[in-house]
């Protein structure tokens, strides 16, 4: 704040001021003024001088330099106190509110408009569209109250002629959603009535001026206000803007906000209304009182869809209750025709108002939040209510508008004053008391019950008629003789000031304000002389909007005898409402403070300004605060924001007490010379102190959340991990119960397999589970060898060669040919058989012994008679013969001779047909392919190819030779180099098995059973 705050700007906050007295304080007021500082701090109170031109202090970019930052570190302004409020709300989720206070004209709601400008400037960052619509409602809502409830007076002009507090609701991100008006008491006389130099509300004017001619026409208007019993006073004057545009910007605003068309028509209506209302005259007949110009009365009753006889009866005659409930119409005299008249009009334009502020009240409201799922709302209040105002006549309006001031003026004092000292007296703390003007007795003189002002006055209401306004004078004068606040011209005769008879003075904090009897009692009883006339009630207009500006209706007559909380009782009852409401809050204040009367820039009345100086107690205010301190927290709260700055109380302190804990955390910061220790609290000098221990919290927060967001993500880690466990546990067990199932399954199933002769050959295996497939194939595997052990070893060794050949066999015919012999006993050497050769066994076995000597041979694979085929295509019956060593074709009629010798090195396959012939196909290498069947003298179907295929592939894979085996019905052949074909052809008549010639070979005529 240094380089934007020098010396030579004056003190920015008062509490630096060298000495505390009232000189000092004006000149730092005067200077500061002058160089168009028109804020100063008083600790976190903002005063601020009405600088009556426009200042380059507001804007996107000033609130950009206050967003985020605390109160010290920029010069004062309201956007600082606004960002604090704001802050705290968001830091402590307390709800606060920002009290401005000041007279009239001393710039509240100028103030009000800034802060609420800076609270929708610095919230919405993600630009929800909820938020943006409230805060645009919220925004759009001051240009409309200000329309219907703002006037010019002769200290402002556009004073607020009503109370308004509004609250702001904030969810726990700070962003606002959503918010409610308070209006309290319009001054709705000024419909009426005006001072001199004064107008009527803007609301008149605007439309009077602003309106486009069709419109003016369907409302019966004419653009002139002087034409108008109601703005005549005002017609000469302006507001400070052009009433043309602001009518615009109304309408723009009453759009933005959710005015149907037919809504601001039905305003427009009423307005028109009230104006041709105010024109009626009366006039004594000789039938009786009668309307001057009925027309107007025509154009009030179209203009308010009300029957013209009622509008008409409404204001010449009045329903009165006579003696038990019977009602009596009576006719009006002239000044009661007046009064009727005068009563609906004000009567219609505050439902009006309260109407307006009922609506936008519904478009603000918080919609559709639930607290247990968004948070707590909180909420930021800013009271923006007329200022305490004296005029020559004082009206019961500022009775009530400088004892609101006096009640909030309680409450400042209260919060400031007060309860500061008391709490450090409490706290013991040691404390230099400060004396200050307590204005309670004053507050005491107007509410108190049975003898204040206002009861009083209720009591004369009550009595109506017979209390004349000197007997009302004459009861305040004797409860009130010896109050140091109350006098009048009975009680103080010398003083010349004030009427005998007629004026009371009451001596306010911030001025003497005298009142005449008349005026107060005259509003006090507003609606009470007689009922309001009927046409107010809306419940005969047709038109809905109207209607429901009077949701309890027309109130029956008889009802009037109950006497309703008086206009008084009401305001005082809104008022207490509206302090407790403030009390509960954390509260900020903006005093203001009225330079001069003149509106002149620049100009500073230094009497003025010493009066509002005085009166508003700023400089107790500095006082406490120099010798006070910035902030206090219990003991636990303080521990629990700033634990984390300091070691010894991270996370948790171990020392006697939360006190001696927050001393050490604060030694540590080296902090304990700006604070106090209080019994239950700390009392913290400075906000830089504080400010301090914010920036190093703020600084660990970041670590924090790292620690958090660690161990949170390991809880989590660690919770998946368990249940990941538990999963696979379960799996497991599950996995298991499947597994043992199986086995159990197995185990029952297969009991019976060790039982020969089958061994559980048809047994079907159960569906074993996924996981058990590889095993269930490998026990597959081992069942089979095991079956396989079990057969294999019960055959006795002498058909283990016929069993390998038929395993060889069948390993190479694959399963392509069906019939291949496999369930006959394999002899192999059927030449050396006496069954199967009786008479050539003999030679047989000669021959063979001598190619035994010759080749060496060790055993005989097969021996057969075939009948073979030559490549000239002669068939012959010859002998096969298969040893380990040879493959011999031997000529059976001639002792066996060898025809032909093949080394079985150089056989390479043979090949075979499909079907139930016993013709095969010996190939070798460079040898012409052997073409035999093997049938010639074997019995009949006895077949032998298998065998002789089992015999060769067994002896093959033994010696670990390649044997190609083919299986096919079409045998390709090479015969010296030609290609060949043999097949088999069945016939049904052929004897014997024979070889024909054919077109490219050779076909087999197998005879067909
Ligand atoms: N900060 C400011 N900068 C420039 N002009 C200001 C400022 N504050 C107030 N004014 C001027 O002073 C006039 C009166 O201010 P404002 O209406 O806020 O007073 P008020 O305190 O609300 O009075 P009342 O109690 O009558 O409503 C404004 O219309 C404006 O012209
Ligand atoms: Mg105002």
Redesign the pocket.
């Known amino acids: 704040m240094e380089e934007e705050e020098g010396p030579e700007f004056g003190k920015p906050d008062f509490v630096l001021l060298d000495q505390v007295t009232m000189e000092d304080f004006m000149d730092n007021l005067k200077l500061r003024f002058e160089k168009g500082r ?1 804020y100063t701090y008083i600790g976190e109170v903002v005063v ?1 001088v ?6 380059p ?2 804007g996107p970019e000033m609130i950009a330099k206050y967003q985020g930052r605390e109160l010290y570190e920029r010069p004062p302004h309201l956007y600082a106190v606004a960002d604090a409020a704001h802050k705290a709300m968001k830091r402590r989720a307390k709800d606060t509110c920002i009290v ?1 206070s ?13 802060i609420m400008q800076y609270i929708a400037a610095i919230t919405n960052p993600s630009q929800r569209a909820e938020v943006e619509r409230v805060k645009d409602v919220l925004l759009k809502s001051t240009c409309v109250l200000e329309a219907f409830g ?1 006037a010019h ?1 002769n ?7 009503f109370g308004k507090y509004m609250d702001i609701n904030f969810d726990f991100k700070g962003d606002p959603t959503g918010g409610h008006i308070h209006s309290y008491l319009l001054e709705k006389s000024r419909v009426l009535k005006q001072h001199s130099g004064e107008r009527n509300f803007h609301s008149f004017y605007q439309l009077l001026r602003g309106a486009k001619d069709g419109q003016l026409q369907d409302l019966n208007l004419q653009r002139d206000p002087a034409l108008y019993t109601f703005t005549q006073q005002g017609a000469g004057l302006s507001s ?1 803007d052009s009433d043309e545009a602001n009518y615009q910007a109304v309408i723009q605003a009453m759009k933005v906000i959710g005015f149907s068309s037919d809504e601001m028509d039905c305003v427009h209506r009423i307005l028109a209304a009230i104006l041709h209302l105010g024109n009626i005259q009366f006039v004594e007949t000789e039938s009786g009182l009668e309307v001057a110009e009925e027309r107007l009365v025509d154009h009030v009753a179209r203009l308010t869809a009300t029957p013209r006889d009622l509008v008409m009866r409404s204001l010449l005659s009045r329903t009165v209750a006579s003696g038990g409930r019977e009602l009596i119409e009576k006719d009006h005299s002239a000044p009661e025709a007046r009064y009727a008249r005068d009563a609906c009009a004000k009567a219609i334009y505050e439902r009006l108002f309260g109407w307006i502020v009922g609506r936008i009240n519904e478009v603000m409201e918080a919609r559709g939040r639930d607290p247990r799922r968004d948070g707590k709302d909180t909420v930021i209040g800013v009271l ?4 305490f ?1 004296i005029f020559p006549d004082n009206s019961f309006e500022q009775f009530c508008i400088n004892y609101c001031n006096e009640k909030l003026q309680q409450l400042f004092i209260q919060l400031i004053l007060k309860q500061e000292q008391e709490e450090y007296q409490r706290e013991g703390i040691t404390w230099q008391n400060i004396e200050y003007f307590n204005n309670s007795a004053i507050v005491e003189l107007v509410e108190r019950p049975h003898r204040g002002v206002l009861a009083i006055l209720d009591e004369a209401c009550a009595s109506v008629g017979t209390v004349t306004d000197r007997l009302f004078l004459q009861s305040l004068d004797t409860h009130h003789r010896h109050h140091p606040h109350y006098t009048s011209r009975q009680l103080c005769p010398t003083d010349k000031t004030m009427e005998f008879g007629r004026d009371f003075r009451i001596k306010h904090y911030a001025g003497d304000v005298t009142s005449a009897v008349e005026g107060i009692l005259g509003k006090g009883l507003d609606g009470e002389i007689f009922e309001v006339p009927s046409i107010c009630s809306g419940t005969y207009s047709t038109d809905l909007t109207l209607r429901s500006m009077w949701p309890d209706g027309q109130q029956d007559i008889t009802e009037v005898t109950k006497r309703p909380l008086t206009a008084g009782t009401l305001f005082k009852n809104s008022m207490v409402a509206l302090v407790e409401n403030l009390a509960a809050k954390e509260p900020y204040y903006v005093r ?1 403070i ?1 330079p001069n009367e003149e ?1 002149s820039p620049g100009h500073l009345d230094e009497e003025r300004c010493r009066h509002q100086v005085a009166y508003l107690g700023l400089l107790e205010n500095v006082r406490v605060r120099r010798a006070g301190f910035a902030s206090r927290q219990p003991y636990p709260r303080f521990l629990l924001r700033y634990k984390m700055t300091c070691e010894y109380t991270w996370p948790n302190h171990l020392l006697g007490s939360d006190k001696s804990a927050v001393g050490a955390l604060l030694e540590q910061h080296g902090l304990k010379d700006d604070v106090a220790f209080g019994h239950n609290k700390l009392f913290i000098r400075s906000p830089r102190t504080l400010v301090t221990l914010e920036q190093s919290r703020a600084r660990l927060i970041p670590i924090i959340v790292l620690l958090l967001q660690k161990a949170w993500r390991g809880t989590l880690a660690r919770r998946r991990c368990r249940r990941l466990k538990a999963i696979y546990t379960i799996m497991g067990c599950f996995r298991r119960h499947k597994v043992r199932t199986h086995l159990t399954e197995l185990q029952n199933r297969f009991q019976a397999a060790r039982h020969p002769p089958l061994y559980g050959r048809d047994m079907i295996w159960p569906t074993p589970p996924a996981v058990l497939q590889p095993f269930q194939d490998t026990c597959q595997g081992l069942f089979r060898r095991w079956r396989a052990r079990q057969l294999v070893k019960n055959i006795p060794p002498s058909d283990m060669a016929q069993i390998k050949a038929k395993v060889a066999a069948m390993g190479a015919l694959q399963g392509l040919r069906q019939d291949w012999g496999c369930g006959r006993a394999w002899s192999r050497d059927y030449l050396s058989s006496t069954i199967d050769n009786p008479t050539a066994a003999a030679p047989f076995a000669q021959q063979l012994k001598n190619l035994k000597e010759k080749d060496g041979f060790r055993n005989v694979l097969f021996s057969s008679h075939v009948r073979k085929v030559n490549r000239f295509n002669k068939s012959r019956d010859r002998a096969l013969l298969l040893t380990d060593k040879h493959l011999y074709k031997l000529e059976p009629n001639k002792q066996y001779r060898v025809m032909r010798a093949v080394p079985l090195s150089q056989v390479t396959g043979l090949s075979v047909t499909s079907g139930q012939d016993q013709l095969v196909v010996l190939h070798a290498k460079g040898q012409d392919d052997l073409v035999v069947c093997l049938h010639r003298t074997q019995p009949k179907m006895d077949n032998r190819i298998g065998e002789l295929v089992g015999m060769l592939a067994g002896h093959f894979q033994g010696v670990g030779q390649d044997l190609e085996v083919r299986v096919s019905d079409c045998i390709q052949l090479n015969q010296r180099g030609r290609r060949r074909h043999v097949s088999v052809e069945s016939k049904p008549d052929q004897p014997t098995p024979d070889f024909r010639h054919s077109r490219d070979g050779f076909v087999l005529l197998w005879p067909s059973p």
Do not use: V
Request: one cysteine or more; charged letters at 30%; hydrophobic letters at 15%.
């Open positions: 028109i601020s009405n600088p009556y031109r426009k200042l202090l507001y401005i000041g007279e009239s004209g001393a710039g509240k709601t100028e103030a009000s408009k800034h703002n007076t200290r402002n002009h556009n004073s607020s002629r400070s923006d209510i007329y200022g105002e203001c009225k509106k």
